[in-house]
Each structure stands twice: as structure tokens, then as C-alpha cells.
């Protein structure tokens, strides 16, 4: 039987990291595969529980989670509705997040340090940065990953920001324009060697699956093309006409999953289950 286990952590700026854990329970022993959710997404979005399903019953232990200033609370699990939080984060604050939940997990979940890292798109980019110098994590996939943290606004709202301190995103489902506060883009000026994605692409040497769809609006396929240029160790998987989200809708009304994202998550658990 396949069951679903919750648990919770503090994460940056003393806020609270939720997550769960899916697998099936009579199996003891099982790799973790631990997504990582992209910007405005969060842990229950889409088919992101169908999907832990599917790789729980392919063997694996799935982990997926909230980062903490993702604006999503545990009253309203599934949309972002504390937009200042929201607006308040950073991929620091994000990146401390992940190392924190990667610190519980294996304490938990896997002693023998059998971690995989999924994430998507800024997700993705924050995966390539903690396995180039994680080396408890052993394999690496990638779906639509950006390859600049930059590349999620326009250039030209940049001065803007300075003047304002704060510039807002549309949220393509609702309409919305969401804040974002300028201590991210600081964040990035400040830190931006560590924060650097093509040159922590340069130094993964652990097996990478690259997916990404061929018309994908958000991140184009060119981008997924320099990352395996970055290292050209990797593995990259282009899925036929898969947009952003390979299919996915939020939210997800069908008990099963897209066809274009179950290609992705059965590409994905035989590349993790292969040497």
C-alpha cells in the first residue's frame, strides 16, 4: 500500500517548511527522490501528488516540499496567498531550505545516503547549484531548469526595482501580479558567483538528466541545450511537444497523469534505476 507521511521544519528567517513523503510501506529499503519545486510553484501543485505515486510505486521514496517564503500556507495548501512572504524571498533563502530538508531526509529516510535530487525550473537551477558541491546526492534530473536565475523577469524591470524596491510577476493561471521584493535581486548581485548556474553545471560529475519540452514558452529548449553544452556529461531528453509543464494543469481534476508527464517520470525512474 502506498501512504503519504507529513512533516515539517523551520526553514530561513524562522519560517516553516512543510512537506511530505510518499511510499510503499511494506518495501524498507528505498532510494529518496526529493523534488524541487519551481517559482510560484509549491509541493500539491498539479499532478505533483500523482506523480509521487507513480515513482513511489516504481520503488522510490518521494519527498517533495514548500519552501518556506513560497507563500503558500498550511491553511490554503494549494495556491500562493501570502504574497509578502512570497515577495520577501530569495534563492538563498531557498537554497538554505533545500539543504535543510536534504539534512532530514537522510537522517530519516535514507542512512545510507541514497538521495536524488528532481527539481523544475528555478528548482531546477537550485538542483544543479546543491549537487555541484553536494556530493551526498548521486544522480541529478532536471525538467525545463533554468540556466539563469535572472531569466524569470525582464531586464528592463531591473530599474524599476532599484527606484521602487519591489516589481510584481504575472501568474499566467490566475492573473495575478505577484511582488517580489528587491532583496532577491540583491540577493543574486551579492552572491553571484555561488549563485552562478551554468558554472555549477561545468562542475556536476554525477550521471544528469536533462528534460525538457520542445515548446516550452517559459524556457526555451535552447536554454536546456546550454546546459548540456555545460557539461557535456549529461543526458538530454527532449519531449515532443511538452510545454513548461509537460502537459500539467493546476489544478489537476483526473486521476491520471498527463501523458507527456508520465513519458517524463517513466524516462526519469529507469535512467535512476540504471548504472
Request: glycine share 6%; no cysteine; hydrophobic share 40%.
Amino acid at each position: 500500500m502506498i501512504v503519504q507521511h507529513d512533516f515539517s521544519l523551520i526553514g530561513a528567517d524562522g519560517k516553516l517548511i512543510t512537506g511530505d513523503v510518499t511510499f510503499e510501506e511494506k518495501n524498507v529499503q528505498q532510494p529518496v527522490v526529493l523534488f524541487v519545486h519551481g517559482f510560484k510553484g509549491f509541493k500539491d501543485w498539479g499532478a505533483h501528488n500523482l506523480v509521487a505515486r507513480q515513482f513511489a510505486a516504481s520503488g522510490f521514496r518521494y519527498v517533495k516540499f514548500n519552501f518556506s517564503h513560497n507563500g503558500v500556507t498550511a491553511e490554503q495548501p494549494d495556491d500562493v496567498t501570502d504574497l509578502e512572504v512570497f515577495a520577501s524571498n530569495t534563492v538563498s533563502k531557498e537554497l538554505f531550505d533545500l539543504k535543510k530538508v536534504i539534512d532530514f531526509i537522510l537522517e530519516s529516510y535514507s542512512p545510507d545516503n541514497s538521495l536524488h535530487l528532481l527539481g523544475h525550473s528555478r528548482g531546477g537551477g537550485l538542483s544543479i547549484i546543491q549537487a555541484a558541491t553536494d556530493t551526498r546526492v548521486k544522480k541529478l534530473i532536471t525538467l525545463s531548469a533554468i540556466d539563469n536565475f535572472k531569466s524569470l523577469w525582464k531586464p528592463e524591470q531591473e530599474e524599476e526595482w532599484n527606484r521602487t524596491g519591489r516589481i510584481y510577476v504575472k501568474n499566467a493561471r490566475t492573473g495575478e501580479d505577484m511582488p517580489v521584493d528587491k532583496t532577491l535581486l540583491d540577493d543574486l548581485n551579492e552572491n553571484a558567483a555561488g549563485l552562478d548556474i551554468l558554472s555549477a553545471a561545468k562542475k556536476i560529475n554525477i550521471p544528469w538528466l536533462i528534460v525538457q519540452g520542445d515548446e516550452d514558452v517559459n524556457v526555451p529548449f535552447e536554454v536546456a541545450q546550454r546546459l548540456a553544452d555545460a557539461q557535456p556529461n549529461s543526458r538530454l531528453l527532449k519531449i515532443e511537444k511538452a510545454n513548461h509543464v509537460f502537459g500539467a494543469t493546476h489544478p489537476h481534476r483526473s486521476d491520471t497523469i498527463p501523458a507527456q508527464l508520465l513519458k517524463v517520470v517513466e524516462r526519469s525512474t529507469a535512467f535512476l534505476t540504471t548504472d
